[in-house]
């Protein structure tokens, strides 16, 4: 019961900071967002999971890496060997955020940077980076997401090897 109020309490505080951040400055318009296309395919959600992988290794990072189809579910996932536990779990938030969203987890993280605390009463926003769409021929097909250190840089290695 206790915690259930104090979940309460911290969900208004944010809501009551996020409505006082974003009547102080408004936010820029988003870009519109790409369409859902199709879900990606086992081969694909491999290749991007392969460069993702590959990138890590190249900065010595032991990631945990999801790729998700745009509902968000998993499609295919990676742990490397010694990877956290906490991360198997956060890759594929992310991978989801970025995928019902339609934007990148970051964006969230940059959000909430500037004081906007509404990402936090969104049900699956993730406000970390290393959630990012995966958008083929203007289509978004699914997300990756990926934890464990320089989360952007390694899911923007897997989202390129699908171009």
């Known amino acids: 019961m206790r915690n259930a109020i104090l979940t309460s309490l911290a969900m208004s505080a944010a809501l009551l900071f996020a409505t006082g951040a974003s009547a102080q400055a408004p936010a820029a318009p988003l870009p519109p967002p790409a369409a859902y296309g199709p879900p990606i395919t086992l081969d694909q959600a491999k290749k991007a999971a392969d460069a993702a992988e590959a990138e890590a290794r190249k900065r010595n990072m032991i990631m945990a890496i999801a ?53 936090f009463a969104l049900r699956s926003a993730v406000a970390s980076a290393g959630g990012i769409p995966i958008v083929v021929g203007g289509k978004i097909i699914g997300a990756i997401g990926t934890s464990g250190g320089a989360d952007d840089p390694i899911s923007q290695a897997g989202v390129d090897a699908l171009k």
């Open 67 to 119: 790729i998700v189809e745009p509902s968000g579910d998993l499609v295919y996932f990676r742990k490397m060997d010694g990877t956290q536990y906490a991360s198997i779990a956060i890759a594929q938030e992310k991978a989801r955020s970025a995928a019902l969203f339609r934007r990148s987890s970051k964006d969230f993280f940059d959000r909430v940077a500037k004081g906007d605390l509404s990402p």
